[in-house]
């Protein structure tokens, strides 16, 4: 099998900055994607960024500018900066990884459990 455990989450005023990180770890042949999503109070889940195994990122126009994803693939871990915080971006943040776990079978798509992220008015 394969985990995904999210680190990092906090209390964090306005306008602060926080990083929250994510290790995959398990039967692992390699990570195509690793992302971010996030489920604010009350709300559905939205995509937060991706990073593929080449580099490329791709962010929700909401957190362009502010938030950066990197990765790295020796580790399997990928870490979200998140800067200029707004009380919006309060939501339970979520990492996925989109994994081949042999030659012969599929990719398939695990999620971490969650991180709370509370940013302060």
């Known amino acids: 099998q394969v985990q995904l455990v999210e680190s990092g989450g906090g209390l964090v005023q306005a306008g602060g900055s926080l990083r929250v990180s994510c290790a995959a770890s398990?039967?692992?042949?390699?990570?195509?994607?690793m992302g971010w999503v996030r489920q604010p109070p009350g709300k559905q889940r939205e995509l937060v960024g991706l990073?593929?195994?080449?580099?490329?990122?791709n962010y929700a126009d909401s957190v362009k500018g502010r938030f950066t994803i990197s990765r790295d693939n020796a580790k399997n871990t990928t870490h979200l900066q998140m800067n200029s915080l707004k009380t919006e971006d309060t939501a339970v943040y979520y990492c996925?990884?989109?994994?081949?776990?042999?030659?012969?079978?599929?990719?398939?798509?695990?999620w971490g459990r969650g991180t709370q992220v509370t940013v302060s008015s």
């Open positions: 996925y990884a989109v994994v081949k776990r042999t030659w012969y079978t599929s990719v398939q798509t695990f």
């Open positions: 398990g039967s692992i042949l390699s990570i195509n994607v």
């Open positions: 990073v593929t195994n080449d580099g490329t990122t």
